[in-house]
């Protein structure tokens, strides 16, 4: 039985690919998974990988999330050091509740972008905290 594209409905039926490589990119990271097998859109490009190649895959881009936000973990908590502020006083700062400090460093959650672009600015110019407490 012929299989079609669920992305664009075109008329040409699915490639079979084996033992490709693909890489990933997050946030500035990236990872490549090779040995991955599927099917091709002749289309429109689109891939569907087969259920272990698909679950390979999407563990290596949820690693790459994991590490990204390791990453801005110790980069929070680095700079948060750095500025002599409690997890307290930089909730009472950024605003998101008295322990999102101890979520973000602990990676439960994930910052706002505001509040890490403020963080990297205060990094570069810490003399700017006198103007915000
Ligand atoms: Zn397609």
Known sequence: ?????????????????D????????AGLTATVDGLSGWRC?????????????????????????????????EIRRIRRKLGLSQIAAARLTGGGHNAFSRYERGEAAPLP???NLFRLLDKHPELLRELV
Do not use: K, W
């Open 42 to 74: 002749g289309t429109c490009g689109e891939v569907e990988f087969d259920p272990v190649s698909a679950r390979r895959y999407a563990a290596a881009g949820d690693d790459l999330v994991l590490r990204e936000r390791a990453r801005q973990s110790r």
């Open 114 to 116: 505001a509040v890490v």
């Open 19 to 26: 033992d490709e490589t693909f890489a990933i990119e997050h």
């Open 1 to 17: 039985m012929a299989r079609h594209c669920l992305n664009c409905e075109g008329r040409d039926d699915l490639r079979r690919f």
